[in-house]
């Protein structure tokens, strides 16, 4: 009898230890590895991950003597049979029913540089360099760079201005007025707005038409533009540096930030950040619609979302991806900082 109490004992001591010991296993485990981490491992089991594009080789576009100087936004691909790259000098190479241009001088002069660009359609495009000077492109040539607007100069090089142009009607471009304040400038109807300061100096703007646009920053903020004027700022990623945002209605965007995370707006607000690309460095989102949309890395990763779930990263480029284009469903376009291009289909 008492041999049985005392191994009764012994076993709810070892059971009891073994409970603590699992306990602090599990401590150690979330210290170490934290809840974001968890939640995407969690959110995205290989068993249940988004079709993955399969893209093709990269193929060098730009001139080699502009090689690593392939900036981010400067890609734009209104339909799958029309896109505009630019390079970080004077270059633009042009994709017309499948075959590239050969790259062509459009800002020559001052020799600063290509930054942006944008195209409403095929016969409407905006170059922006870092002069907040811009070309026009109207379906056959481009014109010489022009002054985006007046009376606001930029007042270092390293302002990068962002262009958007959902229509040929109305641009959205970013600049740097005097005494270094940040702001944009809108386009209607061949005419410059006075410069706008919204509270913060955006990183993206993606405009899903004249009359509404979203705009991201370095410190994870985000404000709408519509009809004519910006909200408040709003915080949606503490992390701060969204790099990206894309819209295809004013009721679904996404945005991704330079460590690896997502956000999300499906019209009732935004979505926690999801870790969704563990290697970070995301430099570039687009969306063709609330079920696709393609994200791109510093290290030459591409992630293909379905709407629900993000795929895996992929490795598809040995270098850095500068820019991605959707102008479809299952179709993108990427640029990579070493002035070549890839296509992806599903």
Same mark, same amino acid.
């Given at each position: 009898?008492?041999?049985? %109490? %005392?191994?009764?004992?012994?076993?709810?001591?070892?059971?009891?230890?073994?409970?603590?010991?699992?306990?602090?296993?599990?401590?150690?485990?979330?210290?170490?590895?934290?809840?974001?981490?968890?939640? =995407?491992?969690?959110?995205?089991?290989?068993?249940?991950?988004?079709?993955?594009?399969?893209?093709?080789? $990269?193929?060098?576009?730009?001139?080699?003597?502009?090689?690593?100087?392939?900036?981010?936004?400067?890609?734009?691909?209104? /339909?799958?049979? &029309?896109?505009?790259?630019?390079?970080?000098?004077? =270059?633009?190479?042009? &994709?017309?029913?499948?075959?590239?241009?050969?790259?062509?001088?459009?800002? *020559?002069?001052?020799?600063?540089?290509?930054?942006?660009?944008?195209?409403?359609?095929?016969?409407?495009?905006?170059? *922006?360099?870092?002069?907040?000077? @811009?070309?026009?492109?109207? @379906?056959?040539?481009?014109?010489?760079?022009?002054?985006?607007? /007046?009376? &606001?100069?930029?007042?270092? !090089?390293? *302002?990068?201005?962002?262009?958007?142009?959902?229509?040929?009607?109305?641009?959205?471009?970013?600049?740097?007025?005097?005494?270094?304040?940040?702001?944009? !400038?809108?386009?209607?109807?061949?005419?410059?707005?006075?410069?706008?300061?919204?509270? %913060?100096?955006?990183?993206?703007?993606?405009?899903?038409?004249?009359?509404?646009?979203?705009?991201?920053?370095?410190?994870?903020?985000?404000?709408? =533009?519509?009809?004519?004027?910006?909200?408040?700022?709003?915080? %949606?990623?503490?992390?701060?540096?969204?790099?990206?945002?894309?819209?295809?209605?004013?009721?679904?965007?996404?945005?991704?930030?330079?460590?690896?995370?997502?956000?999300?707006?499906?019209?009732?607000?935004?979505?926690?950040?999801?870790?969704?690309?563990?290697?970070?460095?995301?430099?570039?989102?687009?969306?063709?619609? $609330?079920?696709?949309?393609?994200?791109?890395?510093?290290?030459?990763?591409?992630?293909?979302?379905?709407? /629900?779930?993000?795929?895996?990263?992929? *490795?598809?480029?040995?270098?850095?991806?500068?820019?991605?284009?959707?102008?479809?469903?299952? =179709?993108?376009?990427?640029?990579?900082?070493?002035?070549?291009?890839?296509?992806?289909? !599903?």
């Amino acid at each position: 009898m008492e041999r049985s %109490i %005392i191994t009764i004992v012994r076993s709810r001591c070892s059971t009891w230890l073994l409970m603590k010991g699992l306990l602090f296993v599990a401590i150690v485990l979330s210290l170490a590895f934290p809840a974001s981490y968890k939640s =995407y491992a969690s959110s995205r089991p290989s068993s249940a991950q988004s079709k993955a594009l399969n893209w093709s080789s $990269p193929k060098t576009v730009g001139p080699d003597e502009m090689k690593d100087y392939l900036a981010d936004n400067s890609l734009a691909c209104p /339909s799958p049979s &029309f896109c505009v790259a630019v390079f970080g000098g004077d =270059y633009a190479v042009t &994709f017309i029913d499948g075959s590239w241009s050969k790259p062509r001088v459009i800002d *020559a002069g001052k020799g600063q540089g290509l930054y942006s660009v944008s195209c409403a359609s095929p016969s409407f495009c905006v170059a *922006a360099d870092y002069e907040r000077r @811009g070309a026009f492109y109207n @379906g056959r040539a481009w014109s010489a760079p022009r002054l985006l607007g /007046s009376g &606001f100069v930029s007042y270092s !090089l390293s *302002a990068e201005p962002i262009i958007d142009c959902p229509s040929s009607s109305f641009c959205l471009v970013t600049v740097n007025g005097l005494g270094g304040t940040s702001g944009i !400038l809108a386009y209607h109807d061949g005419l410059w707005s006075g410069m706008e300061e919204p509270g %913060i100096n955006p990183l993206s703007i993606s405009c899903v038409s004249s009359s509404f646009c979203r705009a991201v920053d370095s410190q994870g903020s985000v404000l709408s =533009y519509s009809d004519g004027s910006w909200t408040s700022p709003t915080t %949606i990623d503490y992390r701060g540096y969204l790099e990206s945002i894309s819209c295809v209605a004013k009721s679904f965007c996404v945005a991704v930030d330079t460590y690896g995370y997502d956000v999300v707006y499906r019209g009732q607000g935004w979505s926690s950040p999801e870790l969704i690309d563990p290697s970070q460095g995301l430099s570039s989102v687009s969306c063709a619609s $609330p079920s696709f949309c393609e994200a791109v890395d510093d290290h030459g990763n591409a992630l293909t979302y379905d709407g /629900s779930l993000w795929s895996k990263p992929r *490795a598809i480029d040995k270098a850095s991806l500068a820019s991605v284009a959707c102008p479809k469903v299952g =179709y993108c376009v990427a640029t990579d900082y070493i002035g070549r291009v890839l296509v992806g289909r !599903l």
